[in-house]
RNA sequence: GCUCGAGUGGUGGAAUUGGUAGACACGUUGGACUUAAAAUCCAAUGGACAUUAGUCCGUAUGGGUUCAAGUCCCAUCUCGAGUACCA
């Protein structure tokens, strides 16, 4: 009986389907357990062979998890919002609702086809308004919440509406915009609708304010960073102005400390809680108030070394402050706006990017030390940036580098406050080694006191307090596209109202183009049927518009990340119409137990979910504050690209029709078109790895040598030869270099050989190229009829990252047709490490692929079943059980790549050992059956099993098959294992020492000295020192 | 620059607390079977010398700790990832 594995494959995934084997239910008496993916965007290339890597890790971590007794829940869905089929729409007019889900149906088949255990009856889709209906629930519920600091956390708006009507605003600790205004209960009372709305904005969790985005006039769209290069568009090259926007954001710097804290109760990646960390880029110190010298204005600044106050020999403020313009004198009025335009040019990109030049203008103005009461000059400096801390520093230049550089460039004085430090050459940063000296109150203290005792005075005086400083700011939450979800909102005079969660959802309206109005519009601004009506509860046709029962509809949509920060719940019951999700389906699945995805997402995705995860939990619909106990990073599969390399040269004549005849002016002309029709006529010639480390002479000798056996080069020098009576040394090939060109890794060969004939037909203008071979000699079709890869052309091999455009990319497609989906899950698991990168190389499937093979013909050979009732002997006993041990402890360490050996060196065993017992053969085919789960079951139900495999129970491991009674000692000589001794292993340390002594081994080794000394340990090692 | 991670055969990688370096594969070479190929099986495969035995070198480099170091410590180099003037 032959392993066929299409079949088989086929035959279970089908089963799997019809009996809806991998359904999770909301209720079980077995413990739960949660593995999650992160889903996929659907994109319209397909699935690559490094997309799956993820999802088999957590597909073998769920099928064992279901072997171990757990109610595993395993969804997997769709992140169907996105640009890129935005960007077809635009380009085709096709619908992205289309496109969308032609993409999805593609990846569901690319998915199916390598057999995972997801519960498909749970899928979501973003851009589905089943799904999206609750994203802009969500976005309701935050909308209607207020961040009480005296609580910690996130409460409904009604209780700070009950606080204004009692007692005004003046006791409220929220996290709200700056500068609102106190106002008492009377006032409150007084002010109208439209007022009150404007307060309550100011405290929302959500709320409108102007932002700077990335206006790119010629696109009449926004642009995001990435999309910017070097100041101009990605896409057309147009210039890009910052231009300030109306947009929604989220206050999630409110939970910046809470999400500091909870990094710590969650088991993920270091690296990742580490880049976590940094964003949230928290800061203490201190927060100062310098007065302007004749001008009624201070500046706030914010420092974490408040104990170098004395060291302020200026201040900078970034050029956008808006103080800048203010206190700026007349004489320095010019070179000030000069260098706030130049600032003005550069983007934020380039800025940061040039750290080497330094640059700034005086402003003419100067500040008040609030101790020394000296007058300290103003700068701005494009060093400092508006968006960070107060948009201005106080400049130490003793204690910081940037403000050291600073002042030497503009000659400011550099006073040093440390005691006993040099400063001749650069600042002294290092907190732990500070003595403060020359100043003051602080002098003699260390980092710490002289802190303290600063922000102490500087409270004493009014003018500044201890404060936590967080990098993280206020996430935009609109986006000026079509394809994302819409806001539940409508504007009554400008004011945001929301639409009752009863009516929701709110579908994307139609429009004839996705692309922004002429006005400068979002998208939706072309939708004709996008007004909200108050009376019927209903979106109508925008003519209807009236300002008193209609209402023009928000034109924003959601970002990407909207979609994405909740679906882990919704999965928990995604057919709920009624919910978000039930509290009996929430209390039953908590949280995810097991969360695989790339590192990628690090300060996106999984920083948002947890912003939402701890919003949800304020609000008391989740049970935790956290949404994934444990999460893995998987590392990427890059690409193994395939180069062939182009010669670049010329044809010419060392004869010189001018001077060496005597043709006319004609002749001369045709002789010169000649040698450039040549050139083109060659066209590309190609030559194979080998060459590119071959010296320059001999190349061009091969080049030439080759050249003029070629047939169209012959033809063509035999015609200008005989045209001209010219020598033919006299026409050559002029080599100048070689031009790597990728590929496409289809056309070449497990050996690296190129398909030649592939190739040629590959692309149009390499039709008629012309190869060197190996041998130096013109690849000629009509020599190969036979075999394609006779002609060897070897090509170069360089490892990259997977993409379309490197012509590198595998498709498992082509994989599971020839190998099989489980050669391929065994594969990409074999690999290396989970979390580590690795270059993907088809060649090496055969590996795994024989490896099932074996382990086929472990149970069959060509008569059929070969499994009989025997008893186990010792030593099948012994290699079971030693699997079992060795891939549980690789699963719980998530190293898949070990146990796929471990499987390896099981099978080669019991092949040896000619093992077919039945119950050892049962037992391993349950091992395998996460790593391989079609052959499993084939085996299973092969053995007479009528269930799915996955209801069986795991081989339990029962160590006293392994006891062993002796050992194979390695008997070292000064640390040099010499050879090895089997020795009981009941054998006392001095039984031993004994026995290796008197070895004549020993004896040999030693040549008669006297050992120093004899380490024994006994089970692992004797070491002979002397 | 900073933070984190990593350097092991021709290649991917293994080596759980310091205890036989190179498991398991790929590739390569030789052999068996075959008209031939594929498939399968067997053998060899870190390097050098010696080809019986064996010796020396070897986990990026240089030092150190130890009976014993891929593993621990110090310094240096290289690569990768993240971050970006964070006051």
């Known amino acids: 009986m032959q392993y066929n594995f299409n079949e088989i494959e086929a035959k279970w995934q089908k089963y799997w389907a019809e009996n809806q084997t991998f359904k999770a239910e909301n209720n079980s008496d077995k413990e739960k357990f949660y593995v999650l993916d992160m889903f996929p965007y659907p994109s319209g290339a397909g699935l690559h062979v490094g997309h799956p890597l993820g999802y088999i890790a957590s597909d073998i971590y769920a099928r064992y998890k279901r072997h171990k007794g757990f109610n595993v829940m395993h969804p997997q869905g769709y992140d169907s919002f996105g640009l890129p089929a935005e960007q077809y729409a635009i380009q085709t007019g096709q619908h992205p609702a289309i496109t969308t889900a032609e993409n999805i149906t593609t990846y569901r088949r690319q998915l199916d086809q390598i057999g995972f255990s997801f519960d498909w009856s749970r899928e979501v889709r973003t851009s589905d308004p089943k799904y999206y209906k609750w994203t802009q629930w969500i976005f309701i519920q935050i909308f209607n919440s207020w961040y009480n600091k005296d609580t910690d956390k996130a409460e409904d708006i009604s209780s700070l ?43 929302r969790l959500t709320y409108l304010a102007e932002t700077e985005v990335n206006w790119c006039p010629a696109l009449g769209t926004v642009l995001a960073n990435d999309e910017i290069v070097n100041g101009v568009s990605e896409r057309g090259g147009h210039p890009v102005v910052r231009k300030k926007m109306t947009q929604w954001s989220m206050r999630i710097s409110a939970y910046a400390q809470r999400l500091l804290d909870g990094l710590e109760k969650i088991d993920w990646p270091q690296p990742l809680k580490d880049s976590q960390t940094n964003w949230i880029g928290r800061s203490q110190g201190a927060s100062a108030t ?86 300290i000059p103003i700068w701005i400096g494009d060093y400092v940036l508006a968006g960070y801390g107060t948009g201005a520093v106080m400049s130490v230049p003793c204690g910081d580098q940037r403000d050291y550089d600073f002042a030497k460039h503009f000659n400011i004085p550099i006073p040093n406050i440390f005691e006993g430090v040099d400063i001749s050459e650069e600042a002294f940063a290092d907190k732990s080694k500070t003595v403060i000296a020359n100043s003051d109150f602080l002098n003699g203290l260390p980092y710490k006191k002289a802190m303290k005792l600063a922000i102490y005075e500087l409270e004493k005086l009014g003018q500044g307090e201890g404060k936590i400083n967080y990098r993280l700011r206020d996430a935009v939450f609109s986006r000026q596209r079509y394809w994302g979800e819409p806001f539940p ?24 183009k996705y692309l922004p109005t002429e006005t400068g519009e979002p998208p939706l601004g072309n939708a004709e049927v996008w007004a909200w009506c108050t009376k019927e509860n209903k979106v109508v046709h925008n003519s209807e518009i009236n300002n008193a029962t209609v209402w023009p509809l928000e034109l924003n949509t959601m970002p990407g990340w909207a979609g994405s920060s909740q679906y882990f719940n919704r999965y928990m019951d995604p057919t709920n119409n009624n919910e978000i999700f039930s509290k009996e389906a929430m209390n039953y699945w908590q949280d995810v137990d097991l969360y695989i995805g790339g590192s990628e997402h690090a300060t996106g995705h999984l920083l948002y979910s947890r912003f939402w995860q701890k919003f949800m939990f304020d609000r008391g619909f989740v049970p935790k504050d956290e949404f994934a106990k444990k999460l893995i990073n998987q590392g990427m599969i890059t690409g193994t690209s395939a180069f062939v390399y182009r010669v670049e040269f010329s044809i010419e004549s060392a004869f010189n029709p001018e001077h060496d005849s005597d043709m006319n002016d004609d002749d001369i002309r045709l002789f010169s078109e000649f040698e450039k029709n040549l050139t083109s006529k060659i066209g590309s010639l190609f030559v194979p790895k080998s060459y590119v480390d071959k010296e320059y002479g001999d190349l061009e000798k091969i080049l030439n040598n080759s050249l003029f056996n070629n ?89 990259e990252k997977m993409s379309k455009s490197k012509y590198n990319v595998v498709n498992p497609d082509e994989i599971c047709a020839e190998y099989g989906a489980d050669s391929l899950r065994l594969y990409e698991m074999f690999l290396g490490p989970l979390e580590q990168s690795k270059p993907w190389n088809t060649a090496g499937i055969t590996g795994t692929h024989s490896f099932l093979k074996k382990l086929w013909r472990l149970y069959f050979d060509d008569n059929g079943a070969k499994f009989t009732d025997t008893e186990p002997t010792k030593d099948n006993l012994k290699t079971l059980h030693k699997t079992i041990k060795k891939v549980e402890e690789d699963i719980a360490n998530f190293s898949f790549n070990t146990s796929v050996s471990t499987f390896m060196i099981c099978v080669n065993e019991l092949s040896t050992q000619k093992c077919t017992s039945k119950s050892v053969l049962e037992a391993l085919a349950i091992l395998v059956s996460p790593y391989a789960p079609h052959i499993a079951e084939e085996l299973w139900s092969q053995l007479g099993n009528t269930a799915s495999i996955s209801t069986a129970p795991f081989p339990t491991f029962d160590a006293s098959h392994l006891v062993e009674s002796s050992k194979e000692y390695p008997i070292s000589f000064n640390g040099k294992m010499r050879f090895k001794l089997e020795l009981p292993l009941d054998m006392s340390k001095d039984q031993i020492e004994e026995v290796v002594m008197a070895h004549e081994k020993t004896q040999q080794q030693l040549q008669g000295r006297t050992p120093k000394k004899v380490i024994i340990v006994p089970g692992k090692i004797v070491n002979i020192v002397g």
């Not at 302020?312 to 706030?340: G, R």
């Not at 909102?489 to 309206?509: K, N, R, T």
């Not at 020098?717 to 009576?725: G, P, Q, T």
Request: net charge negative.
């Open 711 to 799: 047939q169209i080069a012959k033809e063509w020098s035999d015609y200008v030869l005989n045209k001209f009576e010219i020598s033919e040394d006299q026409v050559y090939l002029k080599f100048q270099h070689l031009n790597p060109i990728h590929a496409d890794v289809s056309l070449v060969s497990v050996t690296d050989q190129l398909d030649i004939e592939a190739f040629k037909n590959w692309r149009e203008e390499y039709k008629n190229a012309v190869f060197i071979l190996e041998d130096g000699n013109v690849y000629d079709s009509k020599s190969f009829p036979e075999d394609k890869w006779r002609g060897s052309f070897i090509v170069g091999r360089e490892v």
């Open 290 to 375: 310098f007065k302007v010298n004749d001008h009624n204005a201070v500046i706030e600044v914010f420092t974490t070394r408040p104990d170098t106050i004395f060291g302020v020999s200026f201040m900078t403020l970034a050029p956008e402050h808006e103080l800048v313009l203010q206190i700026t004198t007349p004489e320095q009025k010019a070179e000030v706006e000069a260098y706030i335009e130049a600032t003005a040019k550069r983007s934020e990109r380039d800025r940061m990017a040039d750290v080497k030049t330094i640059s700034g203008a005086f402003t003419g103005a100067y500040a008040e030390h609030p101790f020394s009461k000296e007058p």
């Open 489 to 512: 909102v409508y504007y009554v005079d400008g004011m945001p109202q929301m639409i009752a969660a009863e009516h929701l959802p709110i579908a994307l309206p139609e429009v004839e």
């Open 161 to 203: 509406v009950a606080v204004f009507e009692k007692e005004g605003n003046a006791s409220i600790n929220a996290v709200c915009d700056e500068d609102i205004a106190i106002f008492s209960s009377e006032e409150w009372k007084s002010f109208d609708s439209k007022k009150q709305q404007e307060i309550l904005l100011q405290y």
